[in-house]
């Protein structure tokens, strides 16, 4: 299906190392390959045991010493990975210290440290992926776990199949197949947003068409420069991000996406005065409890009826109506669910869970820095980096965590990777 991609030893490691047989080491190399490749499927797929841990978690840790040793070669990997330690270490810290005083249930506790674990450690198996097979088949491989994930857990009855199961898998998919294809990725991401406007899938249409203007960006002219600065990048997307959210309120406002959209719409700006804060009223939930408990609360903690009072008074102060069952039920009803992912992380691990989605965000966009100074980036890594921005904000932990994997792995770059702008075909690219 692939080749497998294997970096040339060094002189002085081709004296020092004993001689092989070379069908030997050709076994090996396929016997990796393959074991990669059904863990990048596990991860996709999310199945869980009877212990309610996931099959790729388990799998992940037995494959550790594989692709622990892998980080080494790519950029900023090597942080990422202490600051996550750290902030878990710190996380069990608050753990230990709500003790005193709060309920801490242990199926929650062990639940939501190995979701933490899986999301960035899965990171480092989607880089050892690219290592053995290339980053092409390891998008193909880890969309299509996803693919399968959405058949195992289908969608819940209120939504949508497109927008509660198959929009990610499918974008996702199509794109790992249109990997380093600038025009086929194009055409690909107009037509999802197409797709996604007609089922009413409103924040990924707004990604795509954001994906879609860079890539149009890549097609003019002028020769690559070497580098993108770190402001430029954030600026652009910032803009274009702005940009894309004006356009498409307009466009809900004035009807133009079905008079449904258009009703809810209005009324979530007449109710929060902004469509975001309309949509999401979580976020004013997050801030109250920030500001009220700075320093987060631990993995497994439970909620109690102050910190739901604090929460309440926040969404209040929107003019949303607090106590509809969505609050206590979803948000507080069997733990911490504050609906985005940087809400999620503090809850867990405090300041030094922001410190880490902070590091991840300034890691991202330095990626995707030197990819578009180079005309470089692709389809997949552009829609993949946006939405876990938007993630951040707008979506839980849970359903966040395995897109947020897929695009920490798939935009960082190979420390001793020659100028983007110097190469003919992608080094990792075997297909």
Same mark, same amino acid.
């Given at each position: 299906m692939t080749a497998v991609v294997s970096r040339v030893p060094s002189s002085r490691q081709a004296a020092t190392r004993p001689a092989e047989d070379p069908r030997t080491s050709r076994r090996w190399a396929n016997a990796e390959a393959l074991t990669c490749a059904l863990v990048l499927l596990s991860l996709g797929v999310r199945f869980y &045991?009877?212990?309610?841990?996931?099959?790729?978690?388990l799998l992940m840790l037995v494959t550790a010493p594989a692709w622990l040793g892998v980080l080494r070669c790519y950029r900023?990997?090597?942080?990422?990975?202490?600051?996550?330690?750290?902030?878990?270490?710190?996380?069990?810290?608050?753990?230990?210290?709500? &003790?005193?005083?709060?309920?801490?249930? %242990?199926?929650s506790l062990v639940s939501e440290v190995t979701l933490v674990l899986l999301t960035f450690g899965g990171a480092g198996v989607v880089l050892w992926g690219r290592e053995r097979l290339g980053s092409r088949a390891t998008?193909? &491989?880890? $969309?299509?776990? /996803?693919? $399968?994930? $959405?058949?195992?857990?289908?969608?819940?009855?209120?939504?949508?199949?497109?927008?509660?199961?198959?929009?990610?898998?499918?974008?996702?998919?199509?794109?790992?197949?249109?990997?380093?294809?600038?025009?086929?990725s194009l055409v690909v991401v107009a037509g999802l947003a197409i797709v996604c406007v007609?089922?009413?899938?409103?924040? &990924?249409?707004? #990604?795509?068409?954001?994906?879609? /203007?860079?890539?149009?960006?890549?097609? %003019?002219?002028?020769?690559?420069?070497?580098?993108?600065?770190?402001?430029?990048?954030?600026?652009?997307?910032?803009?274009l991000g702005v940009l894309a959210y004006y356009l498409g309120q307009a466009a809900l406002v004035r009807g133009l996406l079905g008079a449904?959209?258009?009703? %809810?719409?209005?009324q979530q700006i007449d109710q929060a005065g902004s469509l975001i804060l309309g949509g999401r009223p979580e976020i004013t939930a997050t801030a109250a409890l920030i500001a009220a408990h700075p320093w987060g609360y631990g993995?497994? #903690?439970?909620? %109690?009826?102050?910190?739901?009072?604090?929460?309440?008074?926040?969404? $209040?102060?929107?003019?949303?109506?607090?106590?509809?069952?969505?609050v206590d039920r979803f948000m507080f009803g069997s733990g911490f669910e504050l609906h985005s992912v940087l809400g999620d992380i503090w809850v867990r691990m405090g300041p030094l869970g922001l410190l880490l989605l902070a590091v991840v965000v300034v890691v991202l966009v330095a990626s995707l820095a030197r990819r578009l100074g180079a005309r470089h980036a692709n389809g997949l890594v552009l829609f993949l980096v946006l939405w876990a921005f938007w993630n951040m904000l707008f979506s839980p932990l849970l359903s966040a965590a395995l897109p947020l994997t897929l695009a920490i792995g798939m935009a960082l770059l190979r420390v001793d990777d020659p100028p983007l702008e110097s190469r003919h075909a992608d080094l990792d690219a075997a297909s």
């Amino acid at each position: 299906m692939t080749a497998v991609v294997s970096r040339v030893p060094s002189s002085r490691q081709a004296a020092t190392r004993p001689a092989e047989d070379p069908r030997t080491s050709r076994r090996w190399a396929n016997a990796e390959a393959l074991t990669c490749a059904l863990v990048l499927l596990s991860l996709g797929v999310r199945f869980y &045991l009877p212990s309610q841990i996931a099959l790729g978690f388990l799998l992940m840790l037995v494959t550790a010493p594989a692709w622990l040793g892998v980080l080494r070669c790519y950029r900023f990997a090597n942080l990422l990975a202490a600051i996550i330690l750290t902030s878990i270490v710190f996380g069990i810290g608050l753990t230990t210290y709500s &003790l005193a005083s709060r309920y801490v249930t %242990r199926t929650s506790l062990v639940s939501e440290v190995t979701l933490v674990l899986l999301t960035f450690g899965g990171a480092g198996v989607v880089l050892w992926g690219r290592e053995r097979l290339g980053s092409r088949a390891t998008a193909v &491989l880890f $969309a299509v776990g /996803l693919l $399968a994930g $959405a058949a195992l857990h289908g969608h819940s009855a209120t939504q949508n199949g497109w927008k509660g199961a198959w929009a990610i898998p499918v974008t996702t998919l199509l794109l790992a197949l249109t990997y380093r294809r600038l025009l086929a990725s194009l055409v690909v991401v107009a037509g999802l947003a197409i797709v996604c406007v007609v089922n009413d899938t409103r924040a &990924l249409a707004s #990604v795509l068409v954001v994906s879609m /203007l860079l890539l149009v960006w890549q097609l %003019r002219a002028p020769a690559p420069r070497a580098r993108t600065s770190f402001a430029w990048t954030g600026m652009t997307m910032g803009v274009l991000g702005v940009l894309a959210y004006y356009l498409g309120q307009a466009a809900l406002v004035r009807g133009l996406l079905g008079a449904q959209a258009q009703a %809810r719409s209005i009324q979530q700006i007449d109710q929060a005065g902004s469509l975001i804060l309309g949509g999401r009223p979580e976020i004013t939930a997050t801030a109250a409890l920030i500001a009220a408990h700075p320093w987060g609360y631990g993995f497994g #903690v439970a909620p %109690r009826n102050s910190d739901v009072l604090i929460a309440k008074t926040g969404m $209040a102060r929107i003019n949303y109506d607090p106590n509809n069952g969505y609050v206590d039920r979803f948000m507080f009803g069997s733990g911490f669910e504050l609906h985005s992912v940087l809400g999620d992380i503090w809850v867990r691990m405090g300041p030094l869970g922001l410190l880490l989605l902070a590091v991840v965000v300034v890691v991202l966009v330095a990626s995707l820095a030197r990819r578009l100074g180079a005309r470089h980036a692709n389809g997949l890594v552009l829609f993949l980096v946006l939405w876990a921005f938007w993630n951040m904000l707008f979506s839980p932990l849970l359903s966040a965590a395995l897109p947020l994997t897929l695009a920490i792995g798939m935009a960082l770059l190979r420390v001793d990777d020659p100028p983007l702008e110097s190469r003919h075909a992608d080094l990792d690219a075997a297909s």
